[in-house]
């Protein structure tokens, strides 16, 4: 019984893992930070909503410490707007978390926003995770008239007795993590056919 039930949890982890739908036809790896990430899931909420997420190798969803996350509105909405409504988030969340902070950098030519920001969990007087983020916001063109707001995401974690370490490292690392954001090409998304 034990050999069979081993046989249906290995089958079915091979099933979920080749089950990842590239819908954007970015199918990685990506490199950012001197790493490489490789799609790991995919969802599209609604029909205006696709979002993919990447890991380093082996790395998880529960306990990873680097991911790459593409966001696909389908909608004219601008940069502006949309980084508006992340904000709008962020103080929200700032009731509830005293280690949320962001700071809104714009493009000269207004086209491309940056908003980078820190979250933070606990358990009673414990910290429990320790979240950089840095969101790249920008318009995209789909081809016949079709317009989307594109969110390129980069996140860094760290948990437990690493979160002292990882902001001491982030103070130092945190412009360069900025400054590669801004240089990198944003993967160009292509949706495919239903």
């Known amino acids: 019984m034990k050999r069979y039930l081993f046989i249906l949890v290995i089958i079915s982890l091979a099933f979920t893992s080749d089950n990842i739908i590239d819908r954007l036809t970015v199918t990685g790896p990506l490199d950012f930070n001197e790493t490489k990430f490789i799609l790991h899931w995919s969802d599209k909420p609604n029909d205006n909503y696709f979002i993919q997420e990447y890991l380093p190798e082996g790395e998880g969803t529960e306990t ?27 103080e929200i969340r700032k009731k509830t978390d005293q280690n949320c902070n962001y700071l809104v950098n714009e493009s000269p030519d207004g086209k491309d926003f940056i908003i980078d920001f ?28 079709k317009k989307a707001l594109i969110t390129y995401a980069y996140t860094k974690r760290a948990y437990g007795d690493g979160i002292t370490p990882f902001l001491k490292t982030l103070k130092q690392n945190r412009v360069d993590l900025l400054n590669q954001m801004i240089t990198s090409e944003i993967p160009k998304v292509k949706l495919k056919d239903k």
């Open 64 to 90: 990873y410490n680097q991911m790459l996350t593409i966001h696909l509105f389908l909608t004219d909405t601008k940069p502006k707007e949309g980084i508006q409504q992340k904000m709008k988030e962020l």
């Open 118 to 145: 820190t979250l933070g969990e606990s358990k009673g007087d414990m910290m429990t995770i320790m979240e950089f983020n840095i969101y790249h916001y920008r318009q995209i063109d789909l081809g016949k008239k």
